[in-house]
């Protein structure tokens, strides 16, 4: 009871608050004496410029972070389970385990000092190959890899577990079975272990098309600053700069509402298509 009592006071409660997206929201008139103006909130989105960017980063980065968040977590679990000693592959599971736990006010902190003008990597890359040093955090054209790499960093130990569980589960009597045929530690992966893990890689990646409007706003609002806005600023970060730094609170939730109902579409979708392609369902 009190579980439900907690998600209807700090989940549901709070949504009567959508009601702004179609008002012209007023904090001193309050949800009842502002004045409703419909859809016009929602037009807006469309009109700006910078609302009409946001969407289009927030699809680039996040579609890059989807693709590369499955890729490399899938060669890296196959590559583990390949070494023999118990030592080592837990010593490299942890390693890579651990930036998972790290906040991205930690993260951020670490990267604006490694990749700053005079940071280790500039460095580098002066002292090696005699470049001029790059403001990574504040070039339009370096701030989304820098973004999808470190958000790589960080999260693919994570997503690799689920692979390894995977690949842990497969019946040994398949490798022995392959080995007799004479198939190679690379055949075997090929016809033996990817197969094996074709399903769960289809749940992963329909799973992912819900959060395709999601590019992590911890991590963007940490990282970026005025000179990346045409390539950084997402919904997110549009969303709290519309809303609680320029005032306009209609308008900022009708941005956010918008999204929301996007993801909640995708997410019906994708879990239609697992449940089609893999046998996947919830309930």
Not at 204 to 208: A, E, F, K, V
């Given at each position: 009871m009190s579980a439900l009592m907690f998600v209807l006071i700090f989940a549901y409660a709070p949504m009567v608050g959508l009601v702004m997206a179609f008002q012209?929201?007023?904090?001193w008139l309050g949800i009842t004496g502002s004045e409703w103006i419909g859809l016009d909130n929602f037009v807006r989105i469309f009109q700006y410029e910078e609302s009409t960017q946001a969407i289009i980063n927030t699809l680039i980065i996040?579609?890059?972070k989807i693709v590369v968040g499955i890729i490399v977590p899938i060669i890296m679990a196959i590559l583990l389970s390949e070494i023999r000693s118990v030592g080592l592959k837990k010593s490299i599971q942890t390693l890579v385990y651990l930036p998972h736990f790290l906040s991205w006010v930690t993260v951020a902190g670490i990267m604006i000092d490694i990749l700053g003008l005079d940071g280790g990597v500039n460095h580098f890359l002066s002292s090696v190959f005699g470049t001029e040093p790059i403001f990574f955090l504040g070039d339009p054209a370096y701030f989304r890899p820098t973004v999808i790499i470190s958000d790589l960093w960080k999260n693919f130990g994570f997503s690799m577990i689920v692979y390894l569980a995977t690949i842990t589960g497969?019946?040994?009597s398949y490798y022995e079975a392959a080995e007799i045929?004479?198939?190679t530690r690379r055949q075997q992966i090929r016809h033996v272990t990817l197969p094996s893990m074709l399903p769960m890689i289809i749940v992963?990646?329909?799973?992912?098309l819900g959060s395709i409007l999601d590019a992590g706003f911890d991590q963007i609002f940490n990282l970026y600053n005025p000179l990346v806005y045409s390539t950084g600023d997402i919904i997110d970060t549009y969303v709290y700069r519309s809303s609680l730094l320029n005032g306009q609170y209609g308008y900022g939730t009708a941005v956010g509402l918008f999204k929301s109902g996007i993801s909640f579409?995708?997410?019906?979708i994708s879990y239609r298509i697992a449940y089609k392609l893999a046998n996947y369902k919830i309930f």
């Open positions: 012209n929201y007023k904090p996040a579609v890059f497969i019946d040994p045929d004479g198939a992963i990646s329909t799973l992912s579409i995708l997410i019906v």
